[in-house]
């Protein structure tokens, strides 16, 4: 055995050679912050936001289409 045995490293050890080898600086519960991904520009996000709502407004009102279809009353009438 030419070689030393290295002694077994502690957990803290670990994530401060987990960091350094990523580039990374954040350890323990900074590690895993939420928020926005870093390379998202804040305008796609707003974007992204609207696009949601205005899905969601299309749903709603398709949603209420059908329940007026089905009860068998229209909302608008054309004039006689």
Same mark, same amino acid.
């Given at each position: 055995m030419g070689e030393r045995e290295k002694a077994p490293i502690t957990i803290e050890e670990g994530f401060k050679?987990? #960091?350094?080898?990523s580039g990374s600086t954040a350890t323990g519960a900074a590690a895993f912050k939420l928020g926005p991904l870093p390379g998202v520009p804040r305008e796609v996000q707003a974007s992204f936001v609207l696009w949601l $709502? #205005?899905?969601a407004a299309g749903v709603f009102e398709t949603a209420l289409a059908i $329940?007026? #279809?089905l009860q068998g009353t229209w909302a608008w009438t054309p004039p006689a």
């Open positions: 050679d987990m #960091a350094k080898d $709502i #205005a899905v $329940i007026e #279809a």
